[in-house]
């Protein structure tokens, strides 16, 4: 009964490196989503997915790209980390109608 | 547009004392309506959502919320607040499809002895 997983918890970049976020689900949910959190200003829609095969830009999806090749997966990659991408990112999933949130991955771009 | 507004950034109650957390919206279509929690270095809690039918709705943690649609509002109030309730809260509205939800940028509850 795990829910939502995000790894890693905790990341340092540096300007220029890239990486990916991972995040698992193991309800079956169809939906998927991943926000960034920064403070005073709520979350933001980054990207979502309705299903495997199947990505939509949200809110705030410069600098970011998903995929969704399985309906458990959906990673987040950052291919030219920049410091405005410091920030908490929480992946999310969604059967009908309310969210469950991973625990965040909290990323800083030095 | 649609949009939330949580008018009040950072609110302090004693415990025990009763609790109401200000959220209105803006939204073209039927509002789907939701209240979370999240405590720090957590991820968010669903507490409780509207959807249809009577406008109180009961959630978890014995907190409740009154969609007044004439008001564009949806504020969640607690009767007697307990230490543990210490956190952000966050209104979020959406569309029936649940595609995308729209959060409002949170109110810090903190509850002194």
């Known amino acids: 009964n795990a829910g939502v997983t995000q790894t890693p918890k905790f990341r340092i970049l540096k300007i220029g490196q890239s990486m990916t976020l991972q995040c698992t689900q193991d309800?079956?949910?169809?939906?998927m989503y991943w926000y960034r959190q920064d403070p005073g200003m709520g979350l933001k829609l980054i990207y979502y997915?309705?299903?495997?095969?199947?990505?939509d830009k949200g809110e705030v999806p410069n600098g970011y790209n998903v995929s969704r090749s399985t309906t458990e997966d959906f990673p987040l990659r950052l291919e030219l980390a920049a410091p405005s991408q410091t920030s908490v990112y929480f992946c999310?999933?969604?059967?009908?109608?309310?969210?469950?949130f991973g625990s965040g991955t909290r990323l800083t771009v030095v | 547009a649609q949009s939330v507004t949580q008018p009040d950034i950072h609110i302090t109650v004693s415990e025990g004392a009763s609790l109401e957390l200000r959220c209105n919206y803006s939204?073209?279509?039927?509002?789907?309506l939701f209240w979370y929690v999240q405590s720090p270095g957590q991820g968010l809690q669903l507490l409780l959502k509207?959807?249809?039918?009577?406008?109180l709705v009961q959630g978890i943690k014995g907190f409740e919320a009154e969609f007044k649609r004439s008001q564009s509002s949806f504020n969640l109030r607690k009767p007697s607040v307990h230490w543990s309730d210490a956190a952000e809260y966050f209104c979020?509205?959406?569309?029936?499809?649940?595609?995308?939800?729209?959060f409002g940028t949170g109110t810090s509850l903190t509850v002194i002895p």
């Open positions: 999310a999933s969604s059967y009908y109608y309310g969210y469950t």
């Open positions: 309800m079956n949910h169809n939906y």
């Open positions: 997915s309705v299903g495997a095969g199947i990505t």
């Open positions: 939204y073209g279509a039927t509002p789907y």
């Open positions: 509207y959807f249809s039918g009577d406008t």
């Open positions: 979020a509205v959406g569309a029936d499809t649940g595609n995308q939800f729209y």
